[in-house]
DNA sequence: ATTTCCATGTAACGCGTTACATGATTGG
DNA sequence: CCAATCATGTAACGCGTTACATGGAAAT
């Protein structure tokens, strides 16, 4: 059977591509760790993998910009094909989503550690996510700048006009807000409830 | 540096021993299924694997229950060092939530796919994950029996009552219920949201 | 008749993580 | 002074997934 010829982060990496315009590797993760950090992580090693990959797909392009005393920069932009690509992989089912998550295994299985251990994972989680959530509701700093240029061959989209493109990102950022606050009252309530049972 | 001998999906295997009691790698791997999965999943293969390992680590014994017309029960339970590296565990930080959901990847390039394609993908969603919401709501079905046996020792779990440990398992349960609601609460948004632009 | 359940494993593979490697510039 | 930012890669490693392997009993 054919193995895949890309995965999940490829398109992760080619969807930025095509939203945000031509970036480089270091752009791109800056990107994953501001935009797709809630969907999606990844490490620069990686990132770096999938575009020396889509490369030889012929998926995207490499132009090099100069600099002095630092490494150029090598800065990618999306081809046709890359577009049709990303296309093609909308078509198909995605997977299942996974959660991984080692406060809730500790805590499901809570009754075997001293009450303190767990009360303090709790509140480390909660400044954690309350960081996260501050985060999210102020994405847009620190992002490279969107510069989509218009090509020969006319709008690079055909499916979004730029306003319709935003309700995708508006979108998903609410999910994000919305899973860390569901996230945050549970962990609140989790910590009443362990308080009641120390209690008594 | 040292490599850590064991992972979450080790204390996973470890903690549902300790809680359910003696259990085989089939049995493990349906409560992994009906109880773990809202926070890590696991394959069969790897809970065996798990198993082996642990057993090299002399935190699980293994005892045979002989079968006709079907291979024999291996049954593993946990030992005074699996309990401690339990509680070990229990003392460090946890790692960071990580989610991984195709489907939000997706949606943050939905101006790139052609808008059938995302209803497509969204109400599929939708039927997923309020037939998930569903069997979370009856999680009781389908679980092996508990059957903590009382040792000569005194309780096995010296920090909780039977009581205080369902406690943990029902405020996990609430964090899985919790959050498939708001899950699919943003997926009819979504919907709308969609459906909307269409008109206009 | 065919799917599901019971029951246990091995083998291959690669995505994703962590660590290694380098080095000038800027801000507190 | 020291940490962070900018900037790009390679190497090692293994967790986790998918596929392979087997086969009787029971249910639909």
Redesign the pocket.
């Known amino acids: ?1 054919d ?2 010829e890309a ?4 398109y992760g990496v080619l969807g930025l591509l095509a939203y945000w315009g031509p970036l ?7 990107l994953f760790d501001h935009v797709l950090s809630a969907m ?7 990132i ?6 889509m490369k030889g797909l012929g998926w995207v392009e ?1 132009e090099r ?1 100069e ?9 990618y932009s999306i081809t046709p094909a890359g577009r049709a690509a990303l296309e093609s992989w909308q078509q198909q089912p995605p ?1 299942v989503l ?1 959660l ?1 998550d080692e406060l809730l295994l500790k805590m499901m299985f809570g009754s075997f550690a001293p009450p303190e251990a767990i009360s303090e994972n709790i509140r480390a989680s909660i400044a954690l996510h309350e960081q996260r959530l501050l985060q999210y509701r102020q994405t847009t700093q ?1 992002l490279p700048v969107r510069d989509q240029p218009r090509q020969a061959s006319g709008r690079p989209n055909p499916y979004a006009s730029q306003e319709e493109e935003d309700i995708y990102f508006r979108l998903v950022s609410r999910f994000a807000i919305n899973f860390e606050q569901t996230y945050l009252n549970w962990l609140y309530e989790a910590m009443e409830v362990l308080e009641e049972q120390n209690e008594e």
């Open positions: 059977m193995r895949p995965y999940p982060i490829t480089s590797g270091y752009d791109l993760k800056q999606w992580s990844a490490a620069h090693s990686q770096y993998n999938e575009l020396k990959r490499m910009e600099q002095e005393s630092r490494p150029d920069r090598k800065v997977a996974q991984r620190h």
